[in-house]
């Protein structure tokens, strides 16, 4: 948009439990400055947002504002549940509401893995597909389910939380999450289960490069945690058999990670099914670190927004 000679950008905001990052973005989703801030955990919902309009850059020049955040976040942005302990604050508030209420700006906000997985549907490897899926691997698991018109919410908001898709562990008798199995914190934790305590890791990487180092250990958990990621996406198969499921996070970037999925997915859905049918692609995401922001601004574009007064 161009307004008074000079083409508006629009801001891209990914609220984080670490860091809040902002974009800068051209008409083309062409990401023209990129910065970060430390996510601080106020006591108070105000605070927190003074503090991420605050640290927003040329908003003189801007028309759209378009923000991710962890956790349930329905259409009308209601954060309708907790996420990481920094953003407890966040629960029970209208995003949309209070950046307005500073900005005076268009603004529109996505929970964070609806975000990739918008960006991947709209301009990435997910383009021009009827049906697809993503799942993030962070923290926990993110996801999200697209068809041909985009993100599906579902009726609460809650369609694509794959983090939470069920199974019974069957050594504690419990129903349980398979994203705690599935995420980098999960890579870690069934590391430090195998080992002393003086040999523990702190970081995923550190098991990796042990796993390249030829450990048997660090080897064994590797191929545990990517057993139980496969676990994740044939159930995502079986209840929707999407076109493509891309893959994001740090670790999709990773070529021996992604064949390695590649190759036993395909292995497994045949030993599963018992029949050689399924053929949704497996992908990773190609836009990665910037996909949740980038999804935040085609979110807010797209979105008929209004000012709130």
């Not at 003189?60 to 907790?82: F, L, Q, T, W």
């Not at 899926?133 to 369609?159: M, P, Q, R, W």
């Not at 497996?282 to 709130?308: F, H, M, Q």
Request: negative net charge; aromatic residues 10%; hydrophobic residues 35%.
């Amino acid at each position: 948009m161009v307004k008074g000679g000079f083409e508006m950008k629009k801001i891209g905001i990914d609220i984080g439990g670490t860091f809040i990052k902002y974009a800068l973005v051209d008409e083309s989703y062409k990401i023209m400055e990129k910065w970060k801030v430390e996510t601080i955990k106020f006591e108070t919902k105000d605070e927190l947002y003074d503090y991420i309009c605050h640290n927003m850059r040329g908003i003189e020049d801007i028309d759209v504002i378009g923000i991710s955040a962890p956790g349930v976040i329905d259409e009308e942005a209601n954060v309708r549940s907790y996420a990481a302990p920094n953003l407890r604050i966040m629960y029970g508030t209208n995003i949309v509401h209070e950046i307005q209420n500073r900005t005076n700006k268009k603004v529109a906000a996505i929970n964070d893995a609806k975000a990739a997985g918008l960006c991947e549907f709209e301009i990435g490897n997910a383009k021009d597909s009827k049906s697809s899926a993503f799942l993030i691997l962070g923290t926990g698991t993110g996801g999200c389910i697209c068809n041909e018109n985009g993100v599906i919410y579902g009726k609460d908001s809650f369609a694509g939380e794959f983090h939470m898709l069920p199974f019974i562990n069957f050594s504690n008798g419990k129903m349980d999450n398979m994203g705690d199995y599935a995420s980098m914190t999960a890579l870690i934790n069934i590391y430090n289960d195998k080992v002393d305590e003086n040999v523990k890791v702190r970081y995923g990487h550190e098991v990796c490069n042990k796993y390249f180092e030829g450990d048997n250990t660090a080897k064994e958990t590797v191929e545990q945690w990517i057993d139980n990621i496969l676990v994740q996406l044939i159930t995502i198969t079986v209840f929707y058999n999407p076109e493509v499921i891309c893959i994001g996070g740090g670790i999709s970037e990773e070529e021996w990670f992604i064949n390695r999925i590649k190759e036993k997915y395909r292995e497994e859905c045949i030993r599963h099914t018992e029949c050689d049918v399924i053929t949704t692609k497996i992908d990773r995401c190609k836009y990665n670190n910037d996909a949740n922001i980038l999804g935040a601004i085609i979110n807010a574009s797209k979105k008929r927004t209004v000012i709130y007064n």
